[in-house]
């Protein structure tokens, strides 16, 4: 049986906090919502259950968009039609990135603000990012271009900050010239 998370808007307060670290072992409640933030990720990318459940389509989530203070991030990109890879990360950090900026052509979204914001987000083409996964074991992932974004999307929440308030509203938008747009 399915029942959809209760994703804080972005008027709560508490998107704005700096989580604090998340501690092993994880409690089964922190598991549980793990499970279930895949499985919403996952059917809100798959048109039938996307419309059966009415939800946004998303392949990210962080722990304080679900009211908890705990550095955990959820992402579940789809690698091609139907076939999705999982990411569980406890305690994540950007190790490294590149210096080659891009960003979402059509602009980021974000489950918790429930409304279009015009804007290109700058964001490192590549990331190296560490953490642990829920077990507790060190794990490490290089991601590039959507998961390279989706990855500084998801850690940006751990530390109270949403997508747009990297868009620049001087230049709200870039051209070709200025950053490559994916």
Do not use: W
């Amino acid at each position: 049986m399915f029942e959809k998370l209760n994703i804080l808007d972005e008027k709560d307060k508490r998107l704005r906090q700096i989580s604090k670290d998340a501690t092993f072992p994880l409690s089964k409640n922190d598991i549980i919502l793990i499970e279930k933030a895949i499985q919403e990720l996952t059917y809100s990318q798959i048109e039938k259950y996307a419309t059966k459940y009415n939800l946004r389509p998303g392949m990210g989530l962080a722990f304080p968009q679900l009211g908890l203070d705990k550095r955990i991030i959820i992402i579940v990109h789809e690698v091609e039609e139907g076939v999705f890879d999982e990411y569980v990360f406890v305690n994540p950090k950007i190790v490294s990135y590149s210096e080659e900026m891009i960003a979402a052509d059509a602009g980021e979204g974000c489950l918790s603000v429930n409304r279009d914001v015009e804007g290109h987000v700058p964001r490192h083409a590549r990331v190296t990012v560490e953490g642990y996964d829920i077990d507790g074991n060190k794990i490490k992932v290089r991601a590039r271009e959507e998961l390279s974004i989706a990855f500084q999307h998801e850690i940006d929440h751990l530390n109270g900050i949403l997508f747009y308030d990297r868009i620049n509203p001087k230049k709200p938008f870039f051209n070709e010239n200025e950053i490559r747009l994916i």
